[in-house]
T-cell receptor, first 113, second 114 residues
Framework: TQTVSQSDAHVTVFEGDSVELRCNYSYGGSIYLSWYIQHHGHGLQFLLKYYSGNPVVQGVNGFEAEFSKSDSSFHLRKASVHWSDSAVYFCAVSAGSNNRIFFGDGTQLVVKP | ETAVFQTPNYHVTQVGNEVSFNCKQTLGHDTMYWYKQDSKKLLKIMFSYNNKQLIVNETVPRRFSPQSSDKAHLNLRIKSVEPEDSAVYLC?????????????FGPGTRLTVL
C-alpha cells in the first residue's frame, strides 16, 4: 500500500520569501506524483505532475517540484511567494494496478505581507 | 473557469434527515469522484464512477449512496444523516481512470448536521 506523508501541517513565510513544502511517499513501483492547491472555500486545483523524465517539473504560478527516488520525495518549491499563494497544498500519489490516487494530509501555507 | 458544478453550496439539516447533493461536469470526462473533507482538511475518497460503473467504493456507511444518470452527473445521497457527516463534500472528475488522470474539483458542498 502506498502512503503519502506531508511532514509540515503549517508553514508561515513572508511575501517574497522562498518556500519548500515537503512530501514523502512510500511505494516500490512506478508512481505518478502530483501537487494540488486549495484556496479557502474552493475545491482543489491541479498544480503540477511527475511520472518520468526530468525530475524537476514546472507548474503554474512559478511553482516547481523535484522528484527524488533515493529520498522518496517530491517537494514543492517557489522562489518568491505572493500573499495569494496562501492556501492548503496537497501532495498526491497514484500507483498500482487500480490507479488509485492517495492524497497527503495537506500543508497550510500562510504568506504574511 | 468552473467546469465541475456542485449544488447546493451549503446545507444545514438535522440528525436523521435525508440529503442529496448534485454534481455535474461539462468537461466530457469519463470518471467522477466524491470526496469527504473534514474540518482538518483531510481528504477521503468515498466513491468513483467510470463511465457510469462504480469502480471504487470505500468503506463508507451504508447511508451514503452515489447515483449516476450519465457520465456527466454523479450525485450523492445520504439517507439519514449523523453529526459526524458534517464536512465538505467535494466532487471531482478526470478524463479517465488512468494513472496520469488529473482531477478537476468542484467548489464543494458544506454539510452541517445539527
Amino acid at each position: 500500500t502506498q502512503t503519502v506523508s506531508q511532514s509540515d501541517a503549517h508553514v508561515t513565510v513572508f511575501e517574497g520569501d522562498s518556500v519548500e513544502l515537503r512530501c514523502n511517499y512510500s511505494y516500490g513501483g512506478s508512481i505518478y506524483l502530483s501537487w494540488y492547491i486549495q484556496h479557502h472555500g474552493h475545491g482543489l486545483q491541479f498544480l503540477l505532475k511527475y511520472y518520468s523524465g526530468n525530475p524537476v517539473v514546472q507548474g503554474v504560478n512559478g511553482f516547481e517540484a523535484e522528484f527524488s527516488k533515493s529520498d522518496s520525495s517530491f517537494h514543492l518549491r517557489k522562489a518568491s511567494v505572493h500573499w495569494s499563494d496562501s492556501a492548503v497544498y496537497f501532495c498526491a500519489v497514484s500507483a498500482g494496478s487500480n490507479n488509485r490516487i492517495f492524497f497527503g494530509d495537506g500543508t497550510q501555507l500562510v504568506v504574511k505581507p | 473557469e468552473t467546469a465541475v458544478f456542485q449544488t447546493p453550496n451549503y446545507h444545514v439539516t438535522q440528525v436523521g434527515n435525508e440529503v442529496s447533493f448534485n454534481c455535474k461536469q461539462t468537461l466530457g470526462h469519463d470518471t467522477m469522484y466524491w470526496y469527504k473533507q473534514d474540518s482538518k482538511k483531510l481528504l477521503k475518497i468515498m466513491f468513483s464512477y467510470n463511465n457510469k460503473q462504480l469502480i471504487v467504493n470505500e468503506t463508507v456507511p451504508r447511508r451514503f449512496s452515489p447515483q449516476s444518470s450519465d457520465k456527466a452527473h454523479l450525485n450523492l445521497r445520504i439517507k439519514s444523516v449523523e453529526p459526524e457527516d458534517s464536512a465538505v463534500y467535494l466532487c471531482a472528475s478526470s478524463l479517465d481512470w488512468g494513472l496520469y488522470a488529473e482531477q478537476f474539483f468542484g467548489p464543494g458542498t458544506r454539510l452541517t448536521v445539527l
